[in-house]
């Protein structure tokens, strides 16, 4: 069965900083990959997923992730975070012969002004 | 972007009584997840449901959770009888046609306590 491990409970940054939000996983082939955010009251809304071709992967307000396969690492990255990128971030797993997503257990970001 | 509703967004209810959470699904959407978060806890999947039946379902759904789609109306878990343990916040997403290969899209959650 899959897993995410989000190692970091809290990342607290300055604005204009950059960011690296880490998230390993545990599925012998090759997964499905997402980091989704929180904003306090909100339902999950999806940065970016992966699935195959180009490891690295770019999604929403400037945000990218890469996959690295020999690592099993699939960690967000920002190059600069504004105050409100403040939010809770999941990394999630699913295999491709399921419909059942993993989530990993967040990482709330605190962005200083 | 697309939205999912889910009614109510807090209940609180004395344990042993029944409790139907309910999600208002993307239009066109033919799967549909339900997810448990305790509070400082990771989401955790329970159930996800495709052409009127569960199609897979974790540990925690328990044989007290039920969920159905009834006319194309509200996706629903129903809870009955509920336990204290039960109290947490509800997530529920939907997504089209690909099941998990599809981007998810989730409600804000419906905050349960048990009493």
């Known amino acids: 069965a899959q897993s995410v491990t989000q190692p970091d409970a809290r990342v607290t940054v300055s604005e204009g900083a950059s960011l690296q939000l880490r998230c390993k996983y545990s599925y012998s082939g090759t997964p499905y990959l997402f980091w989704y955010v929180q904003y306090p009251r909100q339902g999950l809304q999806l940065l970016l997923k992966?699935?195959?071709?180009?490891?690295v992967v770019q999604g929403v307000n400037g945000f990218e992730a890469e996959f690295i396969k020999s690592n099993s690492s699939f960690h967000l990255r920002k190059a600069s975070v504004h105050w409100s990128d403040s939010a809770v971030y999941f990394c999630?797993?699913?295999?491709?012969?399921?419909?059942?997503?993993?989530f990993g257990t967040g990482t709330r970001l605190q962005v200083l002004p | 972007g697309p939205k999912v509703l889910q009614i109510p967004s807090h209940q609180i209810i004395d344990m042993g009584q029944m409790v139907t959470l309910n999600c208002d699904p993307v239009s066109n959407h033919l799967y549909f997840y339900w997810y448990k978060q305790i509070l400082g806890q990771q989401m955790e999947f329970l159930v996800n449901?495709?052409?009127?039946?569960?199609?897979?379902k974790s540990k925690l759904f328990k044989d007290q959770f039920s969920v159905e789609r009834p006319d194309g109306s509200y996706f629903t878990l129903k809870i009955q009888p509920t336990a204290l343990e039960d109290s947490a916040v509800y997530f529920c997403?939907?997504?089209?046609?690909?099941?998990?290969?599809?981007?998810?899209?989730f409600g804000p959650g419906t905050r349960l306590l048990v009493l």
């Open positions: 999630a797993v699913s295999a491709p012969n399921t419909n059942k997503v993993v």
């Open positions: 449901f495709y052409n009127g039946k569960v199609m897979e």
């Open positions: 997403a939907s997504s089209g046609l690909g099941g998990s290969q599809d981007t998810q899209y």
């Open positions: 992966y699935y195959s071709g180009d490891p």
